[in-house]
């Protein structure tokens, strides 16, 4: 995500869904989930490895969720953006078989700062290296949200985040890395983008990206991938490529997509956030990692 924390398919589906079955134990998709690409030709990962089909009514699983609520320093989220991030139901709920991560207006305090909007950030307690990533989704509406679906290093060095806390954080941002599966600024509905950060393309001088405008990306679910190899990261939206990051040279500035990641959503509120915004949600059908 642009400086935040400075701040179809081959095999038949019945295959899949039996192979998932006994990797899991329990895997069952969603009703709703029928139309997901469960697997991607040519593929290297088909195995099912992690998941959250977000079943269930009420709170998010603490065994797969940590809630992120620590401000940085100074008070506020890099980039002067102005919600807070809360660990309440209100923000981040499971119903009907979806997450909805839930951005407010509403005058809430948190560690001695007040501010006028409340939202959610999501650290995953499962982290990888390689594989493919799958997320179907309905972003939130309105001029001002900045939701994302993307992914840190466990070894960032940022106060408050969950594998920071377990004592992994070494290593600063940009130069830990980062891999934007997914953002979309309200400003510019239905322009979804992904983005590579490291010590080579971060913050305002950002080279490494792509994107691409689709329909009714906050009315209707689509199905976000990410297929991450030791040689390339590709992004694509149903099935449609937009953004492939192969650097020639792969190096500690180019390269640091050799270790583990741990997925982050979130939605942001930026200071031109619509004066009439009341509330609008990132709702997730479900998340899936193959390797």
């Known amino acids: 995500m642009t400086k935040q924390h400075l701040p179809y398919f081959t095999i038949p589906l019945f295959v899949l869904l039996i192979s998932c079955a006994v990797f899991t134990g329990s895997f069952t998709p969603n009703e709703n ?5 469960t697997s991607i030709q040519n593929s290297p990962f088909n195995t099912l490895v992690w998941s959250d089909e977000f079943s269930g009514t009420g709170a998010i699983d603490s ?3 940590f809630l992120q609520t620590q401000l940085p320093p100074g008070g506020s989220w890099w980039g002067g953006l102005i919600q807070h991030y809360t660990d309440r139901t209100e923000n981040t709920y499971v119903e009907n078989g979806h ?3 839930v951005a407010k207006k509403e005058k809430f305090r948190d560690q001695g700062k007040t501010k006028e909007y409340t939202s959610a950030r999501l650290n995953s307690k499962f982290a990888f290296t390689y594989g493919r990533i799958e997320i ?3 972003l939130p509406k309105g001029i001002g949200t900045w939701p994302a679906i993307w992914m840190l290093n466990t070894n960032i060095d940022e106060d408050g985040a969950y594998w920071e806390n377990k004592g992994f954080g070494t290593t600063k941002w940009p130069h830990c890395g980062e891999i934007d599966i997914l953002e979309h600024w309200g400003k510019n509905q239905d322009y979804v983008s992904s983005a590579v950060h490291n010590g080579s ?3 305002d001088y950002v080279e490494n990206l792509g994107g691409q405008t689709i329909e009714n990306a906050s009315d209707e679910f689509h199905i976000y991938t990410l297929e ?3 040689e390339k990261l590709a992004f694509s939206v149903d099935g449609v490529e937009h953004y492939q990051y192969s650097p020639e040279v792969k190096d500690s500035k180019t390269w640091p997509y ?3 990641y741990y997925l982050i959503l979130n939605i942001a509120i930026q200071p031109d956030i619509d004066p009439n915004f009341m509330e609008s949600a990132m709702v997730v059908d479900y998340i899936r990692i193959f390797q």
């Open 33 to 37: 989930s029928a139309n997901s690409p």
């Open 63 to 65: 065994e797969k969720w």
């Open 99 to 101: 997450l909805n991560l």
């Open 136 to 138: 179907r989704a309905k």
């Open 201 to 203: 393309s971060y913050g």
């Open 228 to 230: 991450w190899t030791k």
């Open 258 to 260: 050799n270790s583990d």
